[in-house]
Every structure is written in C-alpha cells, then in structure tokens.
C-alpha cells in the first residue's frame, strides 16, 4: 500500500520557519521525483517544488526561490521542506506528491510540465499571521 504523510505544519508568525516532512512508502523512494504542493485558501494547488530522489537536484516557484528548500533521505524515505521566512500569502495546505520514476531533473520547467503525480499524501496545514 503508497503511503504518503506529511507532518510539520502549524501556526507561525511572518519571518519564521517551519519544516514539513513527508515519509513514504509502498513504492521506489530512491528513483523517484517528488514534489511539494500548496493550496492557499479559496485558490488552485500549485506546485512550488521538486526533487530528484536520485541524485538531489531541486527546483522551485520563483515565489518561493530563496525562501525554502526542499530535501530528501534515502535512508529515512522522507522529504523535506524547509521553509523560511513566511509570509502570509503561504498560508495554505502544503501537499507531499510521488511525481514519477526520474534519474534526475533538469529543470523547474521539467519538473512543473512534464510530470503528473502518482501518489499524494493528505496534507498539512501551514497557518502565517502577523
């Protein structure tokens, strides 16, 4: 059975920082190309990033770039989301998503375009005040 569940999210005031995990399962964590999801209030999901599991690389929304990393553990078959100073616009459901079997990503485009989502998990809620 995929399982994916993400943890980590909560209240925090704009310029502070919080870390989402994302632990899987039922499928090759090591070879796949996971991605991050975020879906403000009364908006559409959007992707903000992704990560080759093979090999590292990541990719982020320009909203985002700078702000936040994304990370993995082989090991743990888990991802990350760093996420530094907030603002209120991140506010939203933050989404862990299995994007597909990848070696290694190339590019934001890439990533963004050209992969579906195979697996998601249920989400968790990242709440930004002032």
């Known amino acids: 059975e995929v399982q994916l569940v993400e943890s980590g999210g909560g209240n925090v005031q704009v310029g502070g920082s919080l870390r989402l995990s994302c632990v899987v399962s039922?499928?090759?964590?090591?070879?796949?190309?996971m991605g991050w999801f975020r879906q403000a209030p009364g908006k559409e999901r959007e992707q903000i990033s992704c990560i080759s599991n093979n090999d590292g690389k990541s990719y982020y929304r320009d909203s985002v770039k700078g702000r936040f990393t994304m990370s993995g553990d082989n090991a743990k078959k888990t991802v990350y989301l760093q996420m530094n100073n907030l603002r209120l616009e991140d506010t939203g459901v933050y989404y862990c998503?299995?994007?597909?079997?990848?070696?290694?990503?190339?590019?934001?485009?890439?990533?963004?375009?050209?992969?579906?989502?195979?697996?998601w998990g249920k989400g968790t809620l990242v709440t930004v005040s002032s």
């Open positions: 039922g499928f090759p964590f090591d070879g796949y190309a």
């Open positions: 998503a299995a994007m597909g079997p990848a070696e290694t990503l190339n590019s934001w485009y890439e990533c963004y375009a050209q992969y579906g989502q195979d697996y």
